[in-house]
């Protein structure tokens, strides 16, 4: 072996390059036989090894690297399978934003943190058999044990328009990646139906209707300008009400915000079943201090207490306390109306769907029990 590292004479040489020569013949021969087998590898090493011992560690190193990046290479084949076994369930739509946000938020600047948050019990009043009650009223004192068991006003005819869906605030909208951060590159509004809040709407019109509950979605945007829209909306709402006395159920899907003062927004979320689901509350106005002409408004609030308790049975983190507010919000339309919101703008449009998509199944589950 030393005869072979040192090369000192002529001598050795030839017989180095004799011997080389040989070697060579040998691995060239394994190589067309050995079809790539570990005995056939570990030969060639050990050839390699006798050939150029200098270089042997080196090559090994490279054969490594070359390795792994082929492994690698093939694995994120079979992660791309696996993802898409995975995400089979993420509809096919929000995963082209995700993708087309990926790329065009490649490098777009942190400007804050973007904080998960539990807020199933957060600035909770009161509490009654895991029914959560936050109420920021000035004069009413209410006991939700008092309202588990009132009537609600609704009779569900199911060969006509029960539900109707609309947006007060439609240009709301959500993220897009979930990455722990947002960027000011991204507005927090979009007219885009894609990802706002239509999509969401859409989402709780597709699983009512499945259900078997006929859903008007009022996809009119009121909040060109910000103000007024509560006045369009309810204009517009009032008409179809009037051209469709079948509809019981009357719902305002917003999603709300939530901003600290270091500059981070907390999305709402919990998990259920392995998924992120953006946090639901339910907004019941009422008639207090300089709210006025909204005399039944505890039957909205019958209602409300119904929906929460529905929802917490479906999971007990899915909603945020249910908000008594001194508000009518269009509420005073007609007795089961109210207003939802669905996560806040730091939460995933993904997120916010999946969601949508429970709170439909639960509000059917409570539907059924006003069937004529």
């Known amino acids: 072996m030393k005869l072979l590292i040192k090369r000192t004479n002529t001598s050795d040489e030839k017989i180095f390059?004799?011997?080389?020569?040989?070697?060579?013949?040998?691995?060239?021969?394994?190589?067309?036989?050995g079809n790539g087998t570990p005995i056939t590898e570990k030969l060639l090493l050990a050839g390699l090894y006798l050939t150029f011992p200098e270089k042997i560690f080196q090559s090994q190193t490279?054969?490594?690297?070359?390795?792994?990046?082929?492994?690698?290479?093939?694995?994120?084949?079979?992660?791309?399978?696996?993802?898409?076994?995975?995400?089979?369930?993420?509809?096919k739509d929000i995963q082209m934003l995700i993708d087309i946000a990926e790329k065009k938020y490649a490098n777009s600047s942190n400007d804050g943190a973007i904080v998960e948050c539990d807020y199933s019990?957060?600035?909770?009043?009161?509490?009654?058999?895991g029914i959560y009650l936050r109420n920021t009223t000035l004069n009413h004192k209410v006991n939700i044990s008092d309202y588990v068991?009132?009537?609600?006003?609704?009779?569900?005819?199911?060969?006509?328009?029960?539900?109707?869906?609309?947006?007060?605030?439609?240009?709301?909208?959500?993220?897009?990646?979930?990455?722990?951060?947002?960027t000011?590159?991204?507005?927090?509004?979009?007219?885009?139906?894609?990802?706002?809040?239509?999509?969401?709407?859409?989402?709780?019109?597709r699983v009512l209707e499945k259900n078997g509950y006929k859903t008007i979605h009022d996809k009119t945007v009121y909040d060109e300008e910000y103000s007024g829209a509560y006045n369009r909306s309810f204009e517009s709402v009032k008409n179809i009400l009037k051209n469709n006395p079948s509809i019981q159920i009357v719902l305002d899907i917003h999603r709300g915000t939530?901003?600290?003062?270091?500059?981070?927004?907390?999305?709402?979320?919990?998990?259920?079943?392995?998924?992120?689901?953006?946090?639901?509350?339910?907004?019941?106005?009422?008639?207090?201090?300089?709210?006025?002409?909204?005399?039944?408004?505890e039957k909205n609030f019958a209602f409300a207490v119904k929906l929460q308790k529905q929802l917490s049975d479906c999971n007990s983190k899915l909603v945020r306390p249910l908000l008594l507010c001194s508000r009518k919000y269009n509420m005073h339309l007609m007795p089961c109306a109210l207003q939802i919101e669905i996560g806040t703008d730091a939460n995933t449009l993904l997120e916010a769907v999946y969601s949508a998509e429970l709170f439909a199944e639960s509000l059917s589950q409570l539907l059924k029990e006003y069937e004529n």
């Open 17 to 33: 390059v004799a011997y080389n020569l040989t070697i060579s013949i040998l691995l060239s021969l394994l190589l067309v036989l």
């Open 62 to 91: 490279d054969a490594k690297i070359n390795i792994s990046e082929q492994q690698n290479y093939s694995n994120s084949e079979n992660a791309s399978q696996v993802s898409t076994v995975t995400n089979s369930s993420i509809p």
């Open 121 to 129: 019990k957060q600035n909770a009043t009161s509490e009654f058999n």
């Open 149 to 182: 068991n009132k009537k609600v006003y609704a009779s569900i005819d199911v060969t006509q328009p029960t539900v109707l869906i609309y947006h007060t605030h439609s240009t709301e909208t959500y993220e897009l990646l979930d990455r722990g951060y947002y």
């Open 184 to 205: 000011k590159e991204r507005s927090s509004l979009s007219g885009d139906t894609k990802e706002n809040m239509i999509r969401v709407g859409e989402e709780i019109c």
């Open 258 to 297: 939530i901003y600290q003062k270091d500059g981070s927004r907390i999305k709402t979320v919990t998990e259920i079943d392995g998924k992120k689901i953006a946090q639901i509350q339910i907004i019941s106005g009422c008639e207090d201090g300089n709210v006025t002409d909204f005399p039944n408004w």
